[in-house]
């Protein structure tokens, strides 16, 4: 099956430093990415939608200049934290869909979304 | 109004017993619900889709009710490694927002022996 890989797993960083968070789809090609985050004891909360060769899309309160979003091929999105502070712990999480098989009939296995094993920062 | 809004928990059932979880959304439009399952630490794993019909997978049954914009998730002969965190998720209409999903925020289940 599809395989979304996420590195770094556990990443500590110091307060002001920058932190890239790497999505990988090992196996498919992906248009779309998303990228979530999850606090403690919260459920995931979308962050923003990367897209493979043009801007992501961010949700409502997140910013932009904060969170670097940048989806270069249909494998690979990176989620940069930049100058992070301590309230930017949390888990990070992202899923990928899966742009589908070429088939005589269409597309097969198109519009699955997979996730990878999440990613968790902490910043002293 | 939250988007996606669950059942608060925590549920703590001894094994063997059945249990219910429940989910209403807000957006009407919405074309696909799930429910996932998260352990602790770890990434959510999709359970089961829910479709109009209702559905069942083993000890699972899902159902869906569009007009009442509500989901539930029944899980018959607990075990304890039903132990964890059930999301409803819901996933929004097309366009853009397809391939969106909007999480509740999890009931915890804890089976005991």
């Known amino acids: 099956g599809a395989v979304v890989s996420q590195h770094p797993s556990w990443v500590i960083c110091k307060s002001g430093t920058s932190v890239k968070i790497e999505c990988r789809s090992l196996?498919?090609?992906?248009?779309?990415m998303f990228w979530y985050r999850q606090f403690p004891k919260q459920s995931l909360m979308l962050m923003a939608t990367?897209?493979?060769?043009?801007?992501?899309?961010?949700e409502q309160g997140v910013e932009k200049d904060k969170f670097l979003i940048n989806h270069a091929s249909l494998t690979l999105s990176t989620l940069t934290v930049t100058s992070a502070h301590p309230e930017d712990s949390s888990f990070y999480i992202c899923?990928?869909?899966?742009?589908?098989?070429?088939?005589?009939?269409?597309?097969?296995?198109?519009?699955?979304?997979?996730f990878g094993a999440g990613s968790r920062l902490t910043v002293l | 109004r939250k988007e996606v809004e669950q059942d608060p928990g925590p549920f703590n059932v001894p094994e063997g017993a059945t249990v219910a979880f429940n989910c209403t959304y807000s957006n009407s439009a919405s074309q696909s619900f799930f429910w996932y399952r998260q352990d602790c630490r770890k990434e959510p794993k999709l359970l089961m889709s829910v479709y109009s019909s209702g559905n069942e997978d083993g000890r699972f049954t899902a159902q869906l009710n569009r007009a009442s914009q509500y989901i539930s998730l029944l899980i018959r002969d607990s075990k304890l490694s039903d132990s964890a965190t059930y999301l409803c998720?819901?996933?929004?209409?097309?366009?853009?927002?397809?391939?969106?999903?909007?999480f509740g925020q999890g009931t915890i289940l804890t089976v005991h022996p």
């Open positions: 990367s897209n493979e060769g043009s801007k992501a899309t961010y």
């Open positions: 899923s990928a869909r899966d742009q589908g098989t070429k088939t005589g009939a269409g597309r097969s296995g198109a519009n699955v979304l997979t």
């Open positions: 196996d498919f090609q992906a248009t779309t």
């Open positions: 998720v819901v996933r929004g209409a097309g366009g853009t927002s397809y391939g969106k999903l909007t």
